[in-house]
């Protein structure tokens, strides 16, 4: 609210477009800006939210938790599960302890490297060998993610990642190969792992798989896991533009896992099954995307390396999880719809237990 401001162009077409809005808006109220409200008004006004936050705020468990507060139904995991997803080293930790595959990783935080950046530097270089990928930790997906190839890259995204200013050097951007206009927030840790290969696979590809949970008859949740689609990146990294902007991208939909259809639809099956352990563990609710590789030795015998969990995750027209949806019959509005329909239905769960345990 307080940094709201209005484009010129956007108010000529707001004034333009105002004998239409006046005509089709039943209520007769035109909001021209953001109107701060409380959660007890939100729960008298409107039926549900629909949390369209990719990252923080909104994804990382807060809001969901106040939603609940106020018996407002909403999209997406619950906030013990949105809490731990949002921090991708906590969520390859926790899978990596339930035995799924994950790279190796280690939080750098910037006290410490203000304080001992030598040793820090040391670390990382006996444990890792270049390259390497660093990242923040609880940004949304593909926020910041650099290939780092060597000792001065290291230092330069860490300069960069711990600056105590939005201005950012010019020189260090220059070795990370970063555009002006291209996102890289200031954080107090970032994490760095170890770059995902093949390691001798037959077959190896990234892949993103979405899906949809719903109640049984009896309550229970039931999963279904889309099929996967195939990340295809320009630079080995996906970017926030190849993800959510039409035509920077490529997304394969379902995935080549096989040249074979009948040995592709097997291998799926595995993954799919991998997918699905790794969203009960993590307690994901309502819908999300699950980022990972896959290693294929034979169509019997494959890896699935997690990266990360968006529970949130961002739906724009060039979204792959739309093109899942429709493999599986949803239209855009359909899929939403089950979306919110999950969420109307655990609210009422919610406040039926929360009844019973009063009484």
Not at 146 to 161: D, R, T, V
Not at 251 to 261: C, G, H, L, Q, Y
């Amino acid at each position: 609210v307080l940094n709201f401001k209005v484009h010129p162009i956007l108010k000529e077409i707001a004034e333009l477009a105002l004998p239409i809005t006046l005509k089709f808006n039943t209520d007769k109220e035109v909001l021209n800006s953001p109107v701060q409200i409380s959660y007890e008004d939100l729960a008298k006004e409107f039926d549900a939210v629909f949390i369209a936050l990719h990252g923080r705020p909104g994804e990382d468990g807060v809001l969901q938790r106040n939603l609940i507060k106020y018996n407002i139904p909403f999209n997406g995991s619950g906030p013990e599960s949105s809490e731990i997803t949002i921090n991708k080293y906590r969520t390859t930790e926790i899978l990596r302890q339930n035995g799924f595959l994950v790279a190796d990783a280690k939080m750098i935080f910037k006290s410490n490297w203000l304080s001992n950046k030598n040793s820090i530097i040391s670390e990382i270089e006996t444990n890792f060998k270049y390259p390497i990928i660093a990242k923040p930790s609880d940004d949304g997906c593909s926020s910041a993610v650099k290939k780092i190839n060597n000792n001065e890259q290291l230092i330069a995204f860490a300069e960069l990642m711990f600056r105590n200013s939005e201005q950012r050097d010019s020189e260090l951007e220059k070795i990370l190969n970063l555009d002006s206009n291209e996102e890289f927030p200031q954080k107090e840790y970032f994490m760095v792992e170890s770059f995902i290969q093949s390691n001798g696979a037959a077959h190896f590809l990234e892949i993103t798989g979405g899906m949809l949970t719903q109640m049984d008859a009896q309550g229970n949740r039931v999963y279904e896991i889309f099929e996967p689609s195939e990340a295809l990146a320009n630079n080995g990294i996906l970017s926030l533009a190849e993800k959510f902007l039409a035509g920077e991208g490529q997304n394969i939909t379902p995935a080549r896992f096989d040249k074979n259809p009948q040995l592709s639809a097997q291998i799926s099956s595995l993954v799919k099954i991998e997918l699905e352990k790794a969203a009960k563990v993590l307690n994901i609710e309502g819908y999300c995307r699950i980022d990972a590789f896959v290693r294929i030795f034979s169509p019997s015998k494959i890896e699935v390396i997690f990266i990360e969990v968006n529970s949130l995750p961002g739906m724009t027209p060039a979204t792959c999880i739309f093109h899942q949806a429709a493999i599986n019959g949803y239209k855009p509005l359909d899929f939403i719809d089950k979306i919110l329909n999950y969420g109307f239905l655990r609210t009422q769960n919610l406040v039926h237990n929360n009844e019973k345990l009063s009484n």
